[in-house]
């Protein structure tokens, strides 16, 4: 069964720094990676899809690259602001599916501070 | 399209009471999940549909618990009775038919927040 795992569990740091979060995952067979954001009370908002066949996957100051062989995601956030402050999980299906049934990490609570 | 809608968006029941949760799909998909989320154990799946049939129910933690799709426009997650450990944030998903969307890309509804006491 795919596990996915996220360091770290949370994470400060002042406004406009650059940062990266990790996602590591155990069944590498997947077709896909995808990194949500949630804030606090609400529910997710997708941020990134990574189709195994891409690389790397942008959207304005996110950049999410994907490593199949090593069983690793990273999502990068430039000049960071404190409205990036949320937690960041990323989720990966199960059996390498195609549909459905997404394993989800813990998450990454973020804080940024002006 | 107003995305996936939930509610009701807060519930708070005894212990023994029957709790039901609702989820309305954006129009057009054809997949349903039911996630769970709380801290100790994060994000998880509960039971999804495809086309208003169970696909997979195995997350479903006990037989309190039972889902429904009736119709590609709405589903319900029943739990009879509840007990204080089901106390957690409920969440519903959809997502496009497979031949027209990324893969698996799944868009969440705002959650229901049950405390059952």
């Known amino acids: 069964k795919q596990e996915v795992t996220q360091i770290p569990a949370a994470l400060s740091v002042p406004e406009g720094e650059n940062l990266v979060l990790n996602c590591s995952f155990t069944?590498?067979?997947?077709?896909?990676l995808q990194w949500f954001r949630q804030d606090p009370g609400k529910g997710l908002t997708s941020l990134l899809l990574?189709?195994?066949?891409?690389r790397e996957q942008t959207s304005g100051r996110l950049n999410a690259s994907l490593d199949k062989s090593s069983g690793r995601s990273t999502l990068y956030i430039a000049a960071s602001q404190p409205g990036d402050s949320a937690t960041y999980l990323c989720?990966?299906?199960?059996?390498?599916?195609?549909?459905?049934?997404?394993?989800f990490g813990k998450g990454t609570k973020l804080s940024v501070k002006p | 399209d107003a995305g996936v809608i939930q509610s009701p968006r807060h519930e708070v029941t005894e212990m023994g009471q029957e709790v039901t949760l609702r989820c309305k799909p954006i129009?057009?998909?054809?997949?349903l999940f039911w996630y769970r989320q709380t801290m100790m154990r994060g994000l998880e799946l509960l039971i999804y549909?495809?086309?208003?049939?169970?696909?997979?129910d195995s997350g479903m933690p006990e037989d309190r618990f039972s889902a429904k799709m009736p119709n590609a426009s709405f589903s319900t997650l029943k739990i009879q009775p509840s007990e204080p450990r089901d106390s957690a944030v409920y969440f519903c998903?959809?997502?496009?038919?497979?031949?027209?969307?990324?893969?698996?890309?799944?868009?969440f509804g705002p959650g229901t927040r049950l405390t059952v006491l």
């Open positions: 998903a959809s997502s496009m038919p497979l031949w027209e969307r990324s893969y698996n890309e799944q868009f």
């Open positions: 069944d590498s067979a997947i077709y896909n």
């Open positions: 549909f495809n086309n208003n049939v169970p696909i997979d």
């Open positions: 129009s057009g998909h054809d997949y």
């Open positions: 990574i189709q195994s066949s891409q």
């Open positions: 989720a990966a299906p199960n059996y390498g599916g195609s549909q459905g049934n997404l394993i």
